[in-house]
Nanobody, 122 residues
């Protein structure tokens, strides 16, 4: 099994920055891709950014490209999402998830963090 524990998030003004963390434990060798999803108020859960566990490839939604950066700290077995130039549209729940294949479909993700709230004031 894989366990994902999230931290970070909070309240920030538009234009500010936050960093989310997702610590993985358990059978991390099963992870092919770690992904951040965003669930805005009344919205569907949507892909934000992905990190390929083996190879380090990164992928971003067009809406966050150039603003957000996904990275991995191998020593801590933790994936981060650095969020810069935040806007009110970035407000919502952020979930870290791990997949055992290369996909961005949330239905294909077997392991999920508990979610963390990000609120961006205008």
């Amino acid at each position: 099994q894989v366990q994902l524990v999230q931290s970070g998030g909070g309240l920030v003004q538009a234009g500010g920055a936050l960093r989310l963390s997702c610590a993985a434990s358990g059978r991390t060798a099963m992870i092919y891709r770690m992904t951040w999803f965003h669930e805005g108020p009344g919205k569907e859960r949507e892909f934000v950014a992905a990190y390929n566990w083996y190879g380090g490839n990164t992928y971003y939604a067009d809406s966050v490209k150039g603003r957000f950066t996904i990275s991995r700290d191998n020593a801590k077995n933790t994936v981060y999402l650095q969020m810069n130039s935040l806007t009110p549209e970035d407000t919502g729940l952020y979930y870290c998830a791990a997949a055992t294949s290369y996909t961005r479909d949330p239905a294909r993700y077997a392991y999920w963090g508990q979610g963390t709230q990000v609120t961006v004031s205008s």
